[in-house]
T-cell receptor, first 113, second 112 residues
Framework: DTGVSQDPRHKITKRGQNVTFRCDPI?????LYWYRQTLGQGPEFLTY????????KSRLLSDRFSAERPKGSFSTLEIQRTEQGDSAMYLC???????????FGDGTRLSIL | GESVGLHLPTLSVQEGDNSIINCAYS??????FIWYKQESGKGPQFIID?????DKRQGQRVTVLLNKTVKHLSLQIAATQPGDSAVYFC???????????FGAGTRLTVKP
């Protein structure tokens, strides 16, 4: 069990640029989640995958955000035309199933200049 | 709307003392609860969970208590150590739903 891995750990970009983050879940976990966390707050749910199917999206996930999990393993989260308000920590988590603990990676910290 | 919250934003304890971190939740339909520990620059780390059919669960040096009557959750840490210093979050979930809701967190500081 190598844990949830996220890449990159830090991303600095100019407003208006596109960014993509990657998450590699724990290998035997079929559920994968994306969260956003701002300073001093708890994580906020963005979206969830069961294997390769994206089954739920939060209203926080505007049309500039898209997530994929093409083969049911790793996932990517893309933000297009980044805005200042997108600056946050983006966390990925995985679990074996519903009612099971979600295990988090160490996140990608996004800073928009 | 319904949300998870915490009673205290900060808690300072002496090394070796026991710590109690509290959490209030308002969604009576929530049936699964987790405590996470988050250190600076890292993701939340799972500590312990509890389902609504239980009122107490123990782990290594930690105990979670659930009082469904008053919708209250607590995390007790025995013999608190400097390595326990972190932000602690409670999170609630309805099994079958996928959006786990987190509170804002309590920062625990352990004084040597």
């Amino acid at each position: 069990d190598t844990g949830v891995s996220q890449d990159p750990r830090h991303k600095i970009t100019k407003r208006g640029q596109n960014v993509t983050f990657r998450c590699d879940p724990i290998s035997e976990h079929n559920r994968l989640y994306w969260y956003r966390q701002t300073l001093g707050q708890g994580p906020e749910f963005l979206t969830y995958f069961q294997n390769e199917a994206q089954l739920e999206k939060s209203r926080l996930l505007s049309d500039r955000f898209s997530a994929e999990r093409p083969k049911g393993s790793f996932s990517t989260l893309e933000i297009q035309r980044t805005e200042q308000g997108d600056s946050a920590m983006y966390l990925c988590a995985s679990s074996r199933g519903g009612g099971q603990p979600q295990h988090f990676g160490d996140g990608t910290r996004l800073s928009i200049l | 709307g319904e949300s998870v919250g915490l009673h205290l934003p900060t808690l300072s304890v002496q090394e070796g003392d026991n710590s109690i971190i509290n959490c209030a939740y308002s969604n009576s339909a929530s049936d699964y609860f987790i405590w996470y520990k988050q250190e600076s620059g890292k993701g939340p780390q799972f500590i312990i969970d509890i389902r609504s059919n239980m009122d107490k669960r123990q782990g290594q040096r930690v105990t979670v208590l659930l009082n469904k009557t008053v919708k209250h959750l607590s995390l007790q840490i025995a013999a608190t150590q400097p390595g326990d210093s972190a932000v602690y979050f409670c999170a609630e979930n309805i099994i079958g739903n996928n959006d786990m809701r987190f509170g804002a967190g309590t920062r625990l500081t352990v004084k040597p």
